[in-house]
């Protein structure tokens, strides 16, 4: 069983800052990939950013050169570091994982951007 845990979210002005982890049960290496998305009120979840096992990183449109994932060994985490936040980017996000023919999800953080 996969257990996926996200932490860091919360209220921020346009223009600051925020970082997500997700914490796996078991090696985040044994992951064909992981990766965030959000889903604000009314809409689809969307992609927001993914790694792969070999370390190649994909990015929607919307947060590319704003958005950065990336894997922390040290803590077993999947993080993403969020700069130059926009109302638009007020969501709950989640942590998202493939493995072994499965997808896993968190449960969720809520992300809220000011204007």
């Known amino acids: 069983q996969v257990q996926l845990v996200e932490s860091g979210g919360g209220l921020v002005q346009a223009g600051g800052s925020l970082r997500l982890s997700c914490a796996a049960s078991?090696?985040?290496?044994?992951?064909?990939?992981m990766g965030w998305y959000r889903q604000a009120p009314g809409k689809q979840r969307e992609l927001v950013a993914y790694?792969?096992?070999?370390?190649?990183?994909n990015y929607a449109d919307s947060v590319k050169a704003r958005f950065t994932i990336s894997r922390d060994t040290a803590k077993n985490t999947v993080d993403l570091q969020m700069n130059s936040l926009k109302p638009e980017d007020t969501a709950i996000y989640y942590c998202?994982?493939?493995?072994?023919?499965?997808?896993?999800w968190g449960q969720g953080t809520q992300i809220t951007v000011s204007s």
């Open positions: 078991g090696s985040i290496f044994r992951f064909n990939t």
């Open positions: 790694i792969t096992g070999g370390g190649r990183t």
């Open positions: 998202n994982a493939y493995y072994n023919l499965e997808i896993y």
